[in-house]
């Protein structure tokens, strides 16, 4: 112990607040970022009415502008270098393949192209490799004779079995075709299951007359994006196309849309977690009553954005009025679409008024502080506006749910494993960067086992092993802060929860050392599931032993 003193305990206080600081600081400084919140990263949510994509040939008013647009954002599709679309240009089959590629990166594949692939496929033409993934994910097969015809116009009807095969949709009844399209006679035989299924999933758009199949014409490329977008809505990545848009009386609804308010947003999966709180506060049953009601409806995402404890004390029972408080802010009596909306107070079911902001030029509209990224999402019995953040009437305070619930004698309660007002427990992996020091393996770069055991609301102890030659135990108690917004990255938002503490460091050699244990750092929850940490620490034991612990943790 007698090196302890090499460094004095303000030095290395300093030190660590130091590296804590530094791992904060790229992340605060971003912060203002946040006033344009974050819109779902493609193809995982709608994007904003505002396209930040400018295709001259898509005048405002082109019937398919906005499957295009939305698709365009979220870099689906590109234009030309000269800045057009042509979206009247016919699409080669390779051409499709290559937008199947880019919509449905993440498609399992159910088949194996073999070795030589296509005879009219060469190894360095520009779309083998999407030829080759629409192929092994059931998108796209060949004509007799191992061809693919990757020039040819590709026509509307093989566009729609490409589909319907690719999301390995079924049923449909083959003999009703003839009560959507004038045309139904013209499907070839190989394909009139398959248009059943995709018309039943609501996947076929028709312009200009949408009885109109037009089976056997070339599909264009605005036709191909109206089909990929729609496909994107029957895997939930995408919202429907707002009913009070021209482009969606072109969609074949094979399916009623008559459902009510929380079953739309139950079957889209931008809204799960907003769903999973309507059902905990029992107002689910209330919006699933004839109303109607006109629900600003805050995607996953925005939920995300909430500090992190902020979700999981919300379903704690002590907090269900808060609770019903927020989710009633969110409501409005009536039906009132985008178009209805004027600047202003607007009573919402909580009694309590949301600030209407329209700015008609750019055809968006701002509820308080939050953005309206898809509008007028029509149910049976109201409207559905989906918005970028949660939003908190004026007499709830979130920063109070992450009070410490105390017993009968007003201590807190200790529960070993609970959430801390940092985030919940946790054990991962983790990689050492040592600083200084050689006497134990927190001076040196080695691997480590890392956990976070929460104790109380404030109070957490995190057990960490540094492997290595000289194996070093951590033992600190921390104090942990509550999670702040910290910025963002791309169109993710992130928040950070600083802690600091100290313990015991326990030298696992021929003979156990003991010493004073320093740490810092900062959790960053990444979604329910995981947490992103890093710490400085610093041991005394036979020397002083700086280092730095980046790692992962998963959720429990």
Do not use: C
Request: glycine share 8%; no cysteine.
């Amino acid at each position: 112990m007698s090196s302890l003193f090499r460094w004095s305990s303000t030095k290395v206080a300093f030190l660590l607040l130091g590296m804590t600081a530094a791992t904060i600081t790229p992340i605060v400084i971003s912060t203002p970022a946040l006033s344009q919140s974050t819109v779902p990263s493609t193809p995982s949510g709608t994007p904003a009415p505002t396209s930040t994509v400018n295709l001259s040939d898509v005048s405002s008013d082109y019937w398919a502008r906005p499957f295009i647009q939305a698709l365009a954002d979220n870099n689906v599709i590109a234009g030309f270098p000269d800045g057009t679309f042509r979206p009247n240009q016919p699409v080669t089959r390779a051409e499709f393949a290559a937008l199947i590629q880019k919509a449905f990166s993440n498609q399992n594949r159910v088949r194996q192209l073999s070795s030589g692939g296509f005879s009219d496929v060469p190894a360095n033409y520009w779309a083998a490799s999407a030829i080759q993934n629409a192929y092994e994910t059931g998108f796209l097969a060949g004509y007799p004779g191992n061809v693919f015809k990757p020039n040819q116009e590709i026509p509307r009807v093989q566009g729609i079995v490409s589909l319907s095969s690719g999301l390995g949709l079924s049923g449909g009844d083959a003999n009703t075709l003839t009560s959507y399209y004038n045309d139904a006679s013209a499907i070839p035989n190989y394909a009139v299951n398959s248009v059943a299924a995709a018309t039943l999933g609501n996947l076929v758009v028709n312009y200009p007359d949408v009885k109109q199949l037009n089976p056997q014409q070339s599909l264009t490329r605005a036709e191909a994006a109206a089909l990929l977008y729609q496909a994107l809505v029957k895997q939930g990545k995408l919202q429907p196309i707002a009913s009070n848009l021209p482009a969606s009386q072109y969609v074949v609804a094979g399916t009623p849309t008559s459902t009510d308010i929380v079953a739309l947003a139950a079957s889209s999966s931008s809204f799960t977690t907003l769903t999973s709180l309507l059902k905990t506060s029992g107002l689910a049953d209330v919006l699933q009553q004839p109303g109607p009601y006109t629900v600003f409806a805050p995607t996953d995402q925005a939920f995300a954005a909430l500090p992190a404890a902020t979700l999981q004390e919300l379903q704690q029972p002590e907090n269900r009025e808060a609770l019903i408080k927020i989710l009633r802010y969110h409501v409005v009596p009536g039906a009132v679409t985008a178009s209805q909306l004027s600047s202003g107070k607007l009573e919402t079911v909580e009694e309590k008024p949301v600030n209407i902001q329209i700015d008609r030029a750019n055809n968006q509209v701002e509820v308080n502080n939050a953005r309206v990224i898809q509008a007028d999402v029509k149910a049976s019995n109201g409207i559905i506006h989906a918005i970028n953040q949660v939003l908190i009437p004026p007499d709830v305070n979130i920063s109070k749910l992450n009070q410490p619930p105390t017993g009968n004698n007003g201590t807190p309660d200790v529960t070993v494993g609970r959430a801390t007002r940092g985030g919940r427990s946790y054990i991962g992996v983790a990689g050492n960067i040592g600083l200084t020091g050689d006497s134990t393996a927190l001076g040196e770069g080695n691997f480590a086992v890392i956990s976070k055991l929460g104790l109380t609301r404030n109070i957490s102890v995190r057990p960490s092993v540094i492997f290595g030659d000289n194996t070093l135990y951590l033992v600190p108690v921390t104090l942990d802060w509550s999670p702040s917004t910290a910025g963002s990255v791309g169109k993710e938002t992130f928040s950070i929860s600083p802690y600091i503490g100290a313990g015991v460091a326990i030298a696992a050699n021929n003979n156990t050392d003991f010493g004073l244990l320093l740490t810092g750092g900062v959790d960053i929850p990444l979604g329910s599931k995981f947490t992103l940490t890093g710490s400085a620490n610093a041991a005394f034991v036979d020397n002083t032993d700086v280092g730095i612990l980046l790692g992962i943790g998963y959720n429990f």
